[in-house]
């Protein structure tokens, strides 16, 4: 078995003369707040993708299903695999932008793919802490591969417990035998602490490093591999927020080596190198462009956020008004629905174009204020800063909050996460999302 590395949870796994292209992702996500790094010269990224048998798609946020890149690239002729998610916005996707075959898997059952046997790993808990959450979502997925006799864990974003993990386990002793190598993600792939504006972020930075090597090293105890590639969690802030690159809680390879304390080997592959696990010889299929971090960080400090050109003219301070009432009243509605309790009094401080300083104190050019009122919680707020653009295609549907909320800053008194106040805001819609 042979695992690429490009970048983030963008893999290429070969075995048994079958190659899967996993979660393949280049250039901006989530309305512009992420970008991908490594990048790659686009033509030899697209003859590397179009070398594949088949694409997994883990789920639907912009970092793993790049709808542009898909069909760039040429590989929409190619089978799709996927969970048999709830909701089929995934699939009906992946159909409308012209995919000629979806197929969906059933969660911890065992799919023959040529040379290669898969299960998907279905999303168990909303959150990687454990805390409740009064919204289930059938959202994030991981995936095993079994082939040459090899087995190999894909983590990609899926927010799994230590049980989950041990759950995981089993069945891959139970299905394939033993665990030779995983993929996991590390540190926070979201907005903590870099996108918090009253909190000590060098200080939050640390801890939830310290956090995350302390749950890795867990997960380690549990998931017993004899090789361990970080794979996720990984890009760069461009634009007006680009300040905030140097607060995301990401550990380095050495602090992860060092926690393995000799526990499984480790290879950093992410840039375009092959690892072949059977005797574990590196070589590079894909060369990225030559910059740094750093250097690639300031090359993007300028870029533009693509709702910068959308028209809001049309929506005056009564349209928007209206926007908001008829979208809180939905939303209202659903919580009610699902007995859903609200944690935080929301309120979402509207700009005319957010931007931060070196420093990553916000701008100052607030224009409107509104307040989910009918769902305070004493003593606990938390403030939404944002465009006005972005807040009227957050609420009109034009885009999903979960990646807009990548382009605001935030205060939260106290310092407590709430995952169900985060997930509910999808809800904050004035018309049903699409189907599809």
């Known amino acids: 078995m042979k695992i690429t590395h490009l970048n983030n949870s963008f893999l290429m ?23 991908s790094f490594p990048e790659y010269d686009p033509d030899a990224l697209y003859a590397f ?20 890149l898909l069909k760039a690239s040429g590989v929409l002729d190619k089978p799709f695999i996927i969970k048999d998610f709830t909701t089929k ?7 409308r932008l012209g995919a000629a075959r979806v197929i969906e898997l059933t969660g911890l059952t065992r799919f023959d793919f040529g040379g290669l ?37 894909n983590q990609v974003d899926n927010p799994l417990s230590l049980d989950n993990y041990r759950t995981v386990r089993d069945y891959i002793e139970r299905t394939y035998g033993a665990l030779d190598a995983a993929c996991l993600m590390t540190g926070a792939a979201s907005g903590y602490p870099q996108h918090f504006v009253n909190i000590d972020r060098r200080a939050e930075q640390a801890a939830v490093i310290a956090r995350s090597l302390d749950k890795f090293s867990a997960i380690i105890d549990v998931l017993q591999p004899r090789l361990y590639i970080p794979a996720g969690g990984t890009y760069i ?30 290879f950093d592959i992410e840039g375009g190198f092959c690892l072949n696990l059977s005797d574990l010889t590196l070589s590079q299929l894909l060369s990225p462009l030559p910059q740094s971090k750093a ?12 709702h910068d050109d959308f028209d809001d003219s049309d929506v005056d301070a009564a349209a928007l008004d209206a926007l908001f009432a008829d979208a809180y009243a939905r939303y209202s509605a659903r919580m009610a629905q699902g007995g859903v309790v609200i944690g935080q009094t929301v309120t979402f401080i509207l700009h005319e174009r957010l931007r931060v300083d070196a420093d990553g104190v916000p701008s100052d050019d607030i224009i409107g204020r509104f307040t989910l009122s009918d769902h305070r919680a004493e003593g606990h707020a938390l403030n939404i800063h944002l465009d006005r653009k ?19 800053l935030f205060e939260r008194t106290p310092n ?12 904050l819609v004035c018309a049903p999302p699409p189907a599809g």
Not at 237 to 258: E, K, S, T
Not at 390 to 408: D, Y
Not at 416 to 427: A, G, I, K, R
Request: hydrophobic share 40%.
């Open 13 to 35: 796994i070969e075995a048994g003369g079958t190659r899967l292209l996993c979660d393949p992702w280049a250039g901006v996500a989530n309305e512009g707040g992420w970008h």
């Open 49 to 68: 993708m179009r070398s594949a048998d088949a694409a997994y798609i883990s789920h639907i946020h912009a970092d793993h299903f790049d709808p542009a």
């Open 89 to 95: 916005t995934l699939k009906n996707r992946l159909l």
């Open 117 to 153: 046997s898969l299960s998907i790993v279905p999303q168990m808990t909303s959150n990687s802490s454990g805390f409740e959450d009064q919204i289930d979502y059938d959202l994030d997925t991981s995936l095993i591969v079994h082939g040459d006799g090899l087995t190999l864990f």
């Open 237 to 266: 802030i461009p634009g007006r927020f680009a300040p905030l690159n140097r607060w995301v809680a990401q550990p380095d390879f050495p602090a992860l080596h060092q926690r393995l304390n000799g526990r499984a080997q480790a």
């Open 295 to 306: 250097e690639a960080v300031k090359a993007h400090a300028c870029d533009p956020y693509p």
């Open 390 to 408: 972005l807040f009227i295609k957050g609420l009109s549907g034009r885009s999903n909050w979960n990646q807009l909320l990548s382009l605001a």
């Open 416 to 427: 407590l996460y709430l995952p169900t106040v985060d997930f509910s805001l999808n809800y």
